[in-house]
């Protein structure tokens, strides 16, 4: 019996991915609020330079009225600015499924934000994500968004 419960915490130890240098979730309950801006802040310890992939993650549940998703997602050191973009996303596909990882009432989505960036140790960085999601003929942008459970940030080392 033992030998079945170390084997099978073994297993769980190297199934998990240790590319994975940063990752954090900031909860919004439900409703995204447009001038909610959520912030990350990661530094990374490593002694080698190395490349990175960073990504928004996202938890929506069936209240999502979309297909789709546009964010405004900033990265800066504590020195400069690095990047500033508006970025859309397919939530679901042509026939209104939503993608990503299913999970009961919740729907996971890792959506690339920056797929070969140079990060350097020790250094501080900063990101900030809101949505920029409008409807159509209207001015301004939707003020309450509904079905966002979670906003989160990642990044990880590529092999």
């Not at 310890?45 to 546009?70: A, G, H, V």
């Not at 990047?83 to 729907?107: C, H, M, P, R």
């Not at 900030?128 to 990642?154: C, F, P, T, W």
Request: hydrophobic share 40%; aromatic share 12%; net charge negative.
């Amino acid at each position: 019996m033992q030998y079945k419960i170390t084997l099978g915490l073994l297993f769980l130890l190297f199934s998990c991915n240790t590319n994975i240098d940063f990752i954090e979730y900031n909860s919004v309950d439900g409703i995204w609020h447009k001038d909610s801006i959520q912030h990350f802040n990661f530094e990374l310890d490593t002694r080698e330079n190395l490349s990175y992939k960073s990504f928004i993650n996202l938890r929506i549940d069936e209240k999502y009225p979309f297909d789709n998703i546009f964010l405004i997602v900033s990265l800066q050191d504590s020195s400069d600015i690095l990047s500033i973009d508006t970025l859309e996303y397919k939530l679901a596909d042509k026939y209104g499924n939503f993608t990503g990882n299913k999970q009961i009432n919740i729907v996971e989505n890792s959506l690339l934000h920056k797929e070969n960036i140079s990060l350097v140790n020790n250094k501080k960085y900063f990101v900030s994500i809101q949505h920029a999601m409008r409807i159509i003929n209207k001015v301004g942008g939707i003020e309450n968004l509904s079905g966002i459970v979670d906003v989160g940030y990642k990044v990880e080392k590529i092999k």
